[in-house]
């Protein structure tokens, strides 16, 4: 259980295109959901928390105008990088957690989305 | 500032062999810590947890020891099997919405 699905895996396009990441939750709820960025050989570096049906809350750093997150259900969240360039080329990955059952939920992951940037 | 401190960027073990794979924080407040087993090109899969109100957890071949004096964790393998090599990272939360901080990971390469 709690198996969460990225989408796409891959995208490689253009600078200045925009690019959206879709993050569902395929077997329960996910009441808030993680995007992270991770570089090659890096941490995983938490960049936004996103609460199901309110405002996401960023990370110090991370412009919440370059990375747009709307979590309209329990079960989708997308990220949006808005007119991409060159160096926001990494592995984002998502992850959703089940609150508000139990105290001290794990964050269950998808398997990440590679951007390239050209 | 790293707040959570995975020393060993590597580790090399038997097949049958214990792993032990070290973690270390500097912030008091983290009162839940997680493992997470990552291959390439995929998102972490959770593996076990230790709440700080607790020294030790067991799930089949993983144990997760905590010292909240010395602020140490770690992740004891045994035994090891070629596909536990992988990379390893520890996790720590305050409890604030769960959100977690990710130590630098683990490389376990368990040999035949």
């Known amino acids: 259980g709690a198996v969460v699905s990225q989408h796409p895996s891959w995208v490689i396009c253009k600078s200045g295109t925009s690019v959206k990441i879709e993050c569902r939750s395929l077997?329960?709820?996910?009441?808030?959901m993680f995007w992270y960025r991770q570089f090659p050989k890096q941490s995983l570096m938490l960049m936004a928390t996103s609460n199901e049906g309110s405002k996401a809350t960023y990370e110090q750093g991370v412009e919440k105008d370059k990375f747009l997150i709307n979590h309209a259900s329990l079960t989708l969240s997308t990220l949006t990088v808005t007119s991409a360039h060159p160096e926001d080329s990494s592995f984002y990955i998502c992850?959703?957690?089940?609150?508000?059952?139990?105290?001290?939920?794990?964050?269950?992951f998808g398997d990440g989305t590679r951007l390239s940037i050209l | 500032d790293q707040q959570v401190k995975q020393n060993s960027p590597s580790l090399s073990v038997q097949e049958g062999r214990i792993s032990i794979l070290n973690c270390d924080y500097t912030?008091?407040?983290?009162?839940?810590f997680l493992w997470y087993k990552k291959y390439p090109a995929e998102g972490p899969t959770f593996l076990i947890s230790?709440?700080?109100?607790?020294d030790k957890n067991e799930d089949g071949r993983f144990t997760v020891f905590l010292n909240k004096s010395a602020k140490h964790l770690s992740l004891h393998i045994v035994p090891s099997q070629p596909g536990d090599s992988a990379v390893y990272f520890c996790?720590?939360?305050?409890?604030?919405?769960?959100?977690?901080?990710f130590g630098t990971g683990t490389r376990l390469q368990v040999t035949l």
């Open positions: 996790a720590a939360s305050d409890g604030t919405a769960s959100k977690l901080t």
């Open positions: 912030n008091s407040m983290f009162d839940y």
């Open positions: 230790i709440s700080s109100i607790k």
């Open positions: 077997d329960f709820q996910a009441t808030t």
């Open positions: 992850s959703g957690s089940k609150l508000g059952t139990l105290l001290n939920q794990p964050q269950h």
